[in-house]
């Protein structure tokens, strides 16, 4: 079956610092993977996603991501925090026979002036 | 702004009551997908629907259901409401139901069940 587990349910960070969001997924299959962003209040907006074109995938608001097989990984960064970086982030996980997306539980992010 | 949207945006309702929840896709996405986002928790896939058909459903009672229109505009009903479907429902438009096709959400519809 396939899962996906984000690591840390809340990271800080201090503005202008690096930000590194982790998930490893599970799945049988080579997947697709997305990061979504969601805001208070709001639906969740596609950051980015790696469809097996390219490794390290870039994404908006100077986001990006790097699919490591090796280590069923997909984490997220971003060089330098800003404070409107400031919300809920998720990684999920999708077959390519499905519509099924797959959620991991999310990691809230702070930043800090 | 992903060009879907939701309605309504709140919604109140007591306990063994029905809901109805819609959604309007983004303009030709062929695919809607509904979504329960209870509070501190991911998304859970509900079902999707692809040219009016179901494609897939997720691990939820048949009290939820759906549909979607020729317009590809969707409905999620659910009835004999209970405290525990209190959440965010989001319904998410896609252009095919294929693996590398991206959702785009809408807003979400906020369910408080008393």
């Known amino acids: 079956a396939q899962s996906v587990t984000q690591l840390g349910s809340h990271v800080s960070v201090s503005e202008g610092a690096l930000v590194l969001l982790r998930c490893n997924y599970s799945?049988?299959?080579?997947?697709?993977l997305f990061w979504y962003v969601q805001y208070p209040n709001q639906g969740l907006q596609l950051l980015l996603k790696y469809t097996s074109a390219a490794t390290l995938v870039k994404g908006i608001n100077g986001f990006e991501a790097e699919f490591k097989k090796s280590e069923t990984s997909f984490h997220l960064t971003k060089p330098s925090a800003h404070m409107s970086d400031a919300a809920e982030y998720f990684c999920a996980v999708k077959l390519s026979n499905t519509g099924k997306l797959i959620f991991g539980q999310g990691t809230t992010l702070q930043v800090k002036p | 702004e992903t060009g879907v949207t939701q309605s309504p945006t709140h919604l109140i309702k007591t306990r063994g009551q029905q809901v109805t929840l819609r959604c309007s896709s983004q303009s030709g996405h062929n695919t809607v997908s509904w979504y329960q986002q209870a509070l501190g928790q991911g998304p859970q896939f509900i079902f999707q629907?692809?040219?009016?058909?179901?494609?897939g459903r997720g691990n939820f009672p048949p009290r939820f259901s759906g549909l979607q229109f020729p317009n590809y505009s969707s409905e999620l009903n659910v009835n004999a409401l209970e405290l525990d479907d209190s959440a965010l429902y989001l319904c998410a438009s896609s252009l095919g139901r294929e693996g590398q096709e991206t959702q785009y959400f809408g807003p979400g519809t906020r369910l408080l069940v008393l």
């Open positions: 799945s049988s299959v080579p997947p697709y």
């Open positions: 629907y692809y040219r009016e058909e179901e494609n």
